[in-house]
């Protein structure tokens, strides 16, 4: 029976101690953010949305191949000898163009991998945060400056070169093959 | 009477993406034999009742699924069914590179996961043999770590308020946990999978001013763990309820490998941190909490709860000495251009992490991708005693004991 | 006592089970037959000297397709305060070894979940399931030459890239839009990153 009355009042008592805090908390500031109409400031540096400054990008990969997660397809075609494509902003020479650069932003871990070893700068985390979409497709983001079509063709033309130059060798061989036959018949 | 409401039409897709009705009551069937079996192979009479206890259920923290065998009210089983959060982290590990690994274990425990970077981080150090590091990085680590301690151990009081039914501390947890991880936010760039310790170094240079706004933090919070204590920890009802059940003697907890907060609750002293220390640790002066058993047996899930409090405290008394200590220097110097262990090589390193010991066992094959890793995690050792300290007690019991397990199902099934 | 002690002591009392002994390895590490097993795990656990109260870590690996299969513990003592591990190699058809569940209650799931990666059969454990992954799954996964199914009750298990999507995706003559839609709601700035940059 004491016992009994010994909790009912130390519950009692434990509580009030809690509720006096609670009351002294009644006056201080709220902590709470009303979240779409008031935003934090997010910090210099923040890992959110990534983003490709896609003219000063060089074409190395480096950042498709440091992805654990395999969200970064690219895909270059090598400029002709007599084509200038210019200089990046950090004055690395572009020697390919980058006919597809596409992130699926789905499956990117915001790790920053890509970002640390970029040798331009041209990818980097912006602090956009709300990227939500309605269709999963939206989510992969396409950064070459380049339309499909003339992206297209530029393909070609360098798989029809690769063709041609392959069928060159070849027939440059034969002919290297038949003079020394020749030779050897002589 | 329950076979009716099963008897409904089920529809489901089947491989081809066609629609399939199914008119059988086999679900109903299914449901009964299955708990039939169930009481039968634990040996219960037809008495006993096998009630489903999560995996889609608030206080399992996560989608842990429990098996309960009820007696009345009384738990006479508990069987947990894990693997609902299962994505084999160490399949992942054998296809990638050993720095492309970090951003994955942040996932393991994603509470803490400056803990989890550390604890691999150091493994691949042990393995490359890698063991003058600048002293500001060890620094660094050291802060994170314990920074990201007691935001996790915040969480777990927090939660375990929750479970046995203040709701208040929670928030007022989480307020302060928000701290932290705008701190972690201004140096990382992420609230909670930082990717921030990499092996050999940072991922970046403490901020200007981090310093000074961190030990502003600390002064702030220190009055505020006086205040939680207040609310929750001193509150006669909480320690009723929680002061008496889920007791876990220290024998068996070391049968059962338990450790963390698990462990010292019931009255071990160990803490890898003081008994192997790793990184920096044997420089600062800090107690190891034990369980004291002060309001009922030693074990108890309030002695948990008690050391996950008293940890928080010497953290912050490691993070005061840390942050006055820490000096100048480049962070970046000695992270290896390559990480080629030599082949055949294994190491295994522990690490405590808020939770227990975050073990690493890591075998080489001479290629910057290793052969294996495998991570012994403590959620998922110390939730296999929930068995074991829950048996003969009120279901409701249940939940209390896994609050003051306090496991995070990202790490159980990895 | 040091790990040459602990292996010499095993060594005396087991013989020719003790195939090899690694000081110079970073976890000193003991090889055993397979066969004695179970023996040594409980020499370690009961010797008076030895006392490994505390099971670490157990698990299994892989040596290469082809290859066998290992386990390996970590033990650790905490009334004498050493520690060692011990490993074993089992064939790679049927891998079978007796549990050590019945020494340390922790080696329950760890060897559950050995069984369920690898398909090492532990002889004598009391409940032998699968642990993470479902209980009707096929194959083990962490082996090396494991091959996923194709189907798992009529759900697609392997993850393939839609590349057709993709390509209808890349013809959309709208598809800049999302481009162009996102590059207005730049800050001015752009680049908003800290100097430093260590390669990881």
Known sequence: MRTYFRNVYRSLITILIGMRQTWRHLFTPSVTLQYPHEKWDLPVGTRQQLFVNIDDCIGCYKCARICPVDCIYIDTVKAKPDEDLGKASTGNPIRQHVVRFDIDMFKCCYCNFCTTVCPTDCIYMTDKYETSVYDRSNGIYHFSKYAPDYAAKLIVDEKEAEAAKAAARAAAKEKAMAAKKAKVAE | MFNNIFKKQRYYFDSEGLLVVDMSPSSAVHYQEAVQAATQDAGFSGEDMVINFGPQHPSTHGVLRLEVVLEGELVKKVTPHLGYLHRNFEKHAEYIPYNEIVPYTDRLDYLAAMNMNLGYVLAVEKLLGLTELPERVEYIRVICAEFNRIASHLMAIGTFGLDAGAITPFLWAFRDRE???????????????????WVGGVARDLPDGWVEKAKEFLD???????EFNNLLTHNHIFIERTAHIGILPADVAINYAATGPVLRGSGVKWDLRRDQPYSIYDRFEFDIP???GMYGPVGSAFDRYWVRIREIEESVKILRQALDQIPEGDVFEAIPRKIRPPAGKEAYFRSEAPRGEIGFYIRSNGSDIPDRVKCRSSCFVNISLIDEISRGQLVADLVINIGSIDIVLGEVDR | M??????????KQFGDAVLEFDAEALDPVIKVNPEAWFDICEFLKTDADLEFDNLVCLSGFDYGAGKELGIIIHLYSFPKRHSIAVKADLPRENPRIRSIESLWRTADWHEREVFDLYGVVFDGHPDLRRILCPDDWEGYPLRKDYEVQEFYHGIRVPYKEDWEEFDTFLKNPRRGHFVFQFER???????AKPKEKPSP
């Open chain 2, 179 to 197: 701290k932290i991880l705008d701190l972690f936010e201004w140096l990382s760039g992420a609230r909670m999978l930082y990717n921030y310790i």
């Open chain 2, 220 to 226: 702030y919070f220190e009055p505020m763990m006086v």
């Open chain 2, 290 to 292: 034990v369980g004291e």
């Open chain 3, 2 to 11: 040091t790990p040459q002690d602990i292996a010499d002591k095993v060594q």
């Open chain 3, 185 to 191: 709601t730049l800050p001015a700035n752009g680049n």
